[in-house]
């Protein structure tokens, strides 16, 4: 009896040991790889399941915030996709209140107001210059710490009011150039002069009894700027917030107490991430595009659509899944390709570039949200660990195309846990998010409390940058698949 208890435990120290050993090599692998080698001492083979496909919308409100990122621009001609128009709201204010110009108020002499805004780069076709508009803002003034939802900018009395400025050229090929001046050297900025009577306004106007007394009041005098560009542009602006380059720059001169000469001096009003006040709307029009037609049509698509927030996703369901036989899985994952639009290969293929990021997240049907892929995607910890689950944006050659943009998504552990423990099956979901969250549920076996995760830009999107129209389960060429490599037991 002894010597059999002995065998089984014995034989059950092996299978875990060849068990330990198949779920290092998934760990440690990366994803793309091909077969595991044969010294691994397993028989692997590998199969492909098909997938059914469907582009649905990403309604889940989109707030942009001081750290990230804000856009202003249009997109008029993406015939895939559609049109976006994007503009910005917000305020600059001196850093404490009451706030006063130094020396003599009386001496006060104008000189000029000038907002300054951080280039950061564009998405689109930078060929043409831009025409950018700034006015006040009209009837209600943006508030402060209010998060706007960018994609429901109706929801709010934040208008366009009168011009500030004359419109203002943006050249592309010279927004980079350095700025070098008596008061700054910098790099970067969009420099648009406001009109004189604005800057008469800013500097002689207002003082500590009105606009300057506090915050609110300087709310109540001053709505804030509101900034856009030309309707018939094909192109993005990204603008930064939070860097020395954004602010207000009022010039002027005075005596200074006790003085018999006049300076010329500059005080700049910045933004505040602490007390931020500003709005990023994003508006998306597809009725016209190629993507809309396949929005919600219930059909196992070919072609599916993939856009930043505020966007679309695709809904990606694997029927085979339910009856796959119980094996040892090394590597499962889902492999989504684009579809090159052939017609526009040089032109708005290289000019609206797809997300650097994908999501995988599974749909549940009882709490209605996107959670998290059980047992894979096991949070944003660490850039190793988002490595693993994948999702990052690589281009290969395949079918004739030199950069064909591929998302590869490791969903080895949930396969497993589907197939050995009859865990349950959910459709996956495909999403570019900004800001958003999702359900967690952590790995087996501490799976029965749930929490939120947060997916931010960190993961590479920045708003409205990117969109990919994918191959979908029945696409002849890029056709989406889920890869299974796997072990008989």
């Not at 108020?105 to 107001?113: I, R, Y």
């Not at 933004?271 to 994003?282: E, G, K, P, Q, R």
């Not at 590597?331 to 052939?342: C, F, S, T």
């Not at 990919?468 to 002849?476: E, T, W």
Request: glycine residues 6%.
């Amino acid at each position: 009896m002894a010597s059999i208890n002995t065998l089984k435990k014995f034989s059950f120290f092996v299978l875990l040991t060849v068990l330990f050993l198949a779920c290092t090599r998934i760990s440690t692998s990366e994803l793309g790889l091909g077969l595991l080698p044969a010294m691994d001492a397993v028989n692997t083979k590998d199969t492909i399941l098909d997938v059914v496909t469907e582009t649905v919308d990403y309604p889940d409100s989109l707030r942009i915030y001081g750290s990230n990122e804000h856009i202003v621009g249009n997109i008029s001609n993406d015939p895939i996709f559609g049109t976006t128009h994007a503009n910005m709201f917000f305020q600059l204010k001196p850093d404490a209140f009451p706030f006063y110009f130094p020396g003599i108020k009386d001496s006060l002499v104008v000189d000029s107001a000038v907002l300054i805004l951080s280039y950061r780069g564009f998405y689109g076709d930078s060929s043409n210059p831009v025409t950018i508009n700034v006015n006040n803002i009209d009837e209600e003034s943006v508030a402060n710490q209010k998060y706007y939802a960018s994609n429901y900018p109706n929801a709010y009395n934040l208008k366009i009011g009168t011009p500030l400025a004359n419109p203002y050229t943006l050249d592309f090929t010279k927004a980079r150039d350095s700025i070098i001046s008596r008061f700054e050297q910098s790099t970067n900025q969009i420099r648009i002069k406001l009109l004189p009577s604005v800057a008469n306004m800013l500097i002689k106007g207002f003082d500590t009894t009105g606009a300057y007394r506090s915050d609110s009041a300087m709310r109540t005098y001053f709505n804030g700027f509101s900034v856009t560009t030309n309707m018939n542009s094909n192109v993005l602006i990204r603008i930064g917030m939070t860097d020395t380059n954004t602010k207000l720059g009022l010039y002027f001169k005075s005596y200074a107490i006790g003085g018999t000469k006049r300076d010329t001096s500059v005080l700049y009003f910045k933004y505040s991430l602490a007390n931020n006040a500003d709005a990023n709307f994003i508006t998306r029009n597809r009725t016209t595009s190629e993507a809309y037609k396949a929005l919600n049509n219930k059909l196992n698509d070919s072609l599916v659509y993939v856009q930043t927030s505020p966007g679309t996703m695709v809904k990606v369901v694997v029927p085979g899944l339910k009856v796959f036989k119980n094996k040892l899985i090394h590597r499962a994952e889902l492999i989504a390709e684009q579809v090159p639009d052939d017609a526009r290969l040089n032109t708005i293929e290289k000019q609206m570039l797809p997300p650097k990021y994908l999501f995988l997240g599974m749909y549940d049907t009882a709490t209605k949200r996107v959670r998290n892929v059980p047992n894979d995607y096991i949070g944003t910890s660490s850039a190793e660990v988002m490595r693993r689950f994948g999702g990052w944006l690589s281009y290969k050659s395949i079918k004739g195309y030199d950069q064909v943009a591929t998302y590869n998504f490791n969903v080895s552990r949930y396969v497993q846990g589907v197939i050995s423990r009859t865990d349950s099956i959910f459709d996956f979901r495909i999403l570019a998010p900004v800001n958003d969250s999702i359900m967690f549920v952590p790995p087996y076996p501490n799976n029965k409390a749930s929490g939120v995760d947060y997916l931010t830009n960190s993961l590479g999107n920045e708003p409205a940058m990117g969109r990919v129209r994918l191959g979908g389960g029945k696409h002849s060429k890029f056709r989406m698949r889920l890869h299974i490599y796997y072990s008989d037991l």
